[in-house]
């Protein structure tokens, strides 16, 4: 199957709405992280996502016409939430045990420690 604008425009890409500071002119930043440089801005939310749309459209347009990758968003129905991971028994009991402190169950600590460490990562990545 050939993938058309249509196709791509119909993906839910994750965006990021930034608030642009009063003394920069005030307005809102739209960008789609995963299509690099595929940003807009506006000077309200709803007009800053108006426009992200016809800069995704041009994007996508641009490198469709020159045959470049297009990064398409995950499918977050093809994951469960769930897996099981093996870890040595002292480790085990340090995170059982700061959990207990944190007041957490120890699913939610180690979620919770993974999401950090994840943000961490992103954060880096997007530097």
């Known amino acids: ?7 791509y425009m119909n993906l839910k890409y994750p965006t990021q709405i930034t608030e642009i ?5 005030g307005g809102f930043l739209v960008e789609i992280p995963l299509l690099k440089g ?17 800069a995704k459209k041009e994007w996508l347009a641009y490198m469709l016409e020159n045959g470049l990758p297009i990064p398409e968003p995950l499918d977050v129905s093809k994951y469960s ?8 028994k002292s480790l085990h009991k340090t995170i059982s045990e700061q959990s207990k402190m944190e007041g957490l ?4 600590y ?12 992103q954060m880096a990545l997007s530097k």
């Open 110 to 121: 180690v979620a919770n420690s993974l999401a950090f460490v994840a943000g961490q990562k």
């Open 1 to 7: 199957m050939k993938k058309t604008l249509e196709y």
């Open 38 to 54: 595929c940003v807009s801005d506006g000077e309200t939310i709803a007009e800053a996502l108006g426009n992200i749309n016809e």
């Open 21 to 25: 500071d009063i003394k920069d002119g």
């Open 81 to 88: 939430g769930k897996f099981v991971v093996r870890i040595p």
């Open 105 to 108: 169950s120890l699913n939610q």
